[in-house]
Structure formats: structure tokens, C-alpha cells
């Protein structure tokens, strides 16, 4: 702003803006500023591309600091018990477990005369060796395509003899295996525009059109955008009267499930979400910039350069949860709830439930 005579001037640019908004016969309905509504013609606009024995073991670290990076396989991994504290292990949902032995790390290096392995599962049976379980000759077990019902409690009970005392020896090892996903995370994003009288039906009409061509602009990328909310407020501008403007709140999220096969990196949901992330983002930022360039006229119903706000959310399927405190093994991850908690939508967090005594409970009975 300048100052003339001690009273503040607008810039001429916003001054000239002023006057087309109290022309009448300038004020135009934009249902998107110059883009039309047929794709093909949008995705041209945006220039698309593709693209222990004696030690105490609260948790197994199984390299689950970038979880979601498929460099480290979980099923490559190692772990070891012990006699104490029962050990927890992750393993995502329809992959295989890491190979979990019936060992504490000094029995590991130690020499073991005529060992013998049995393994239980969380009810309490035996397990057998089967297509999805398998037990090696030295008591390891892994457990293949791991489903969220097999969540829960492993025993296994060691007995050996000492090579040189020869006296037999039983440990009972236990161990927590818990499902987890990933976070099926989304961006929330909110847009203002400047509007027709907030009861006009052209906001309304506009308001359908904008949701189409957001929706349409990141199908390919298998992602969906919906309107959260949609309100028209007066707003009181500096020596310019009363505006109306539209207050959009919006989410956009990878359409996938738990239950899907996992696929390659190229496809993996968050690199769909950041890419649709983009689109959107060019999406408005090219009507701002036609609006700066128009020299003739100013819509009615306008996009408000500036006003686009984008922000990350995690959520977890129902049954699911995040607690670094309680998995600080898997921080990052949704893991499978527990005996006495639930989640009963797409929530962060298990919530408490003592009447809940399975895995993955996603009501409170």
C-alpha cells in the first residue's frame, strides 16, 4: 500500500480489480478458470507426467526404521528370545515373518546336545508343519503369508543337554507376533474462492464441476478426492465492502485395502498420494496464474491465490493402531490391536476395551 496525503492508496493493479468487481458487466461465472471440463484438455493444461537367559528383552528390533521402503525385507531378519519377557515381532500383513529361533541370544553361539524344538500357537496348539507354517530341523519358525487372525502369543520350549556335564536343560521362550499395515494415510487440503451472493445457485453448480475435475484429475493414479465441506461466508474486505467467498475443505486418499497384494514400488500407495499431491498443487497454482494475467476482466467466482493448504493425515484401518510407546519396534506402523483395546474406524489409536480379548478388534462388545 502507499500513502498520499495520509490516506493509504491501493497498487493500480488492485485498484483496477476493484472496479471490474463493481462492473456487472464483468462479473462472470468460472466454473475453472479457463480450463474447460473435459480432462484430456486439463491434463494437457498441467503438462502431465508419469513417474536372556539373564537379559531382559522388552522388544525385537527387526530394521523397522523405514518400514515402508521395501529395502530391508522383514522376512530376512533374525529374531531371538528370551526366558524373561515374552518378545514382540512384526510382520506386515500377508508377508512372511521374519525366521524367529527358539534361542536367546548366549544359547545362539552356545553348543547344544540333541536339541529339541516344540513350537505352540496363540490357542495354545501345536503347530504343525505346513504349507504356511514351517519349522526347520534347528527350531526355527516362519510363518508364510501371515493373516491378522495369527496374531498373538508363540511359545516354544527348548530342551538340550550340556556337552560336558551332560545334563538336560528346558527354557520356554515366548514371543508376540503382531500384524501391521501401513498407515493409510491422506492429505486433507483447503481452497478459498471468491463467489457469486453465497444463496446463488451458481455456487452450487460450480461447487459439482470443481469435484468432477479434481476427481477425474488423479484417476488414473487410482486415488479419490472428496468434499469434506463446502461454506459460503461474508467477508469484510479494507475499503472494499463486503466479498463471498467459498471456504472448500477436501481429502484426497490412495483407494487401497489391507488385503491387497503388495505391489511394486512404482505403484505402492504413497507414491500414488504424492503424485496426486502434485497434480493438485499445479492445478490451482496454474489458475492463479491466469488470473494474474488476465487484463480484461475478473470472474465472479474465482480462485484466491494463496489460500491452498495442504496437510498430511495417518489413519489406520479398523483393528489397527500407532503407539511408539507400546511398539517401539514398529513406531511407524499400524499395528494389529491387542487384547483389550480396539479401533473401530479409521482412526490413529487402539482405544481401551476390557471386554475385548482378541486381535484386531474393531468393536467393543
Not at 474447460?36 to 539373564?54: H, M
Not at 500357537?121 to 526347520?136: E, R
Amino acid at each position: 500500500m502507499a500513502s498520499e496525503g495520509g490516506r493509504t492508496v491501493a497498487p493500480p493493479r488492485r485498484r483496477q480489480l476493484r472496479r471490474w468487481r463493481r462492473r456487472p458487466q464483468h462479473r462472470l461465472l468460472l466454473f475453472l478458470l479457463l480450463l474447460g471440463a473435459n480432462v484430456p484438455a486439463v491434463q494437457s493444461f498441467l503438462n502431465l507426467e508419469g513417474k536372556e537367559d539373564g537379559v531382559t528383552v522388552t522388544s525385537v528390533q527387526i530394521d523397522t526404521s523405514l518400514p515402508f521402503e521395501g529395502t530391508t525385507p522383514l522376512s530376512t531378519a533374525k529374531v531371538v528370545g528370551s526366558s524373561n519377557i515374552p518378545a514382540k515381532v512384526y510382520v506386515k500383513l500377508n508377508h512372511n515373518t521374519p525366521h524367529v529361533l527358539c534361542l536367546t541370544q548366549r544359547l545362539r553361539d552356545a553348543e547344544l546336545t540333541d536339541p529339541q524344538y516344540q513350537w505352540r500357537g496363540p490357542a495354545g496348539q501345536t503347530l504343525p508343519d505346513t504349507s504356511n507354517v514351517v519349522i526347520t530341523p534347528t527350531g526355527t519358525l516362519i510363518v508364510r503369508h501371515f493373516k491378522e487372525e495369527m496374531s498373538g502369543t508363540y511359545t516354544c520350549t527348548l530342551h538340550y543337554s550340556t556337552a560336558v556335564k551332560q545334563y538336560e536343560k528346558r527354557f520356554i521362550l515366548k514371543y508376540i507376533i503382531y500384524a501391521y499395515t501401513e498407515p493409510n494415510f491422506y492429505y486433507e487440503f483447503s481452497v478459498r474462492y471468491h463467489s457469486a451472493p453465497c444463496q446463488s445457485a451458481y455456487n452450487m453448480s460450480f461447487e459439482k464441476k470443481l469435484l468432477e475435475l479434481l476427481k477425474k484429475l488423479i484417476s488414473e493414479l487410482t486415488c479419490e478426492v472428496i468434499l469434506l465441506k463446502a461454506e459460503c461466508h461474508h467477508i469484510k474486505m479494507q475499503r472494499a465492502g463486503l466479498q463471498n467467498e467459498v471456504f472448500f475443505l477436501f481429502s484426497v486418499f490412495a483407494l487401497d485395502s489391507p488385503d491387497e497384494v503388495i505391489c511394486s514400488s512404482n505403484c505402492a500407495a504413497m507414491d500414488r498420494l504424492n503424485k496426486a499431491k502434485e497434480l493438485i498443487e499445479a492445478f490451482f497454482q496454474k489458475q492463479g496464474e491466469r488470473l494474474e494475467e488476465s487484463k480484461s476482466m475478473l470472474p465472479e467466482i474465482y480462485y484466491i491465490e494463496g489460500t491452498l493448504h495442504m496437510v498430511w493425515v495417518n489413519r489406520c484401518f479398523p483393528g489397527y493402531g500407532m503407539d511408539a510407546k507400546m511398539h517401539p519396534g514398529c513406531p511407524n506402523c499400524c499395528v494389529i490391536c491387542g487384547p483389550g483395546t480396539y479401533n473401530p474406524q479409521d482412526g490413529v489409536h487402539c482405544l481401551t476395551c476390557n471386554t475385548s480379548a482378541i486381535y484386531g478388534a474393531k468393536k467393543c462388545l
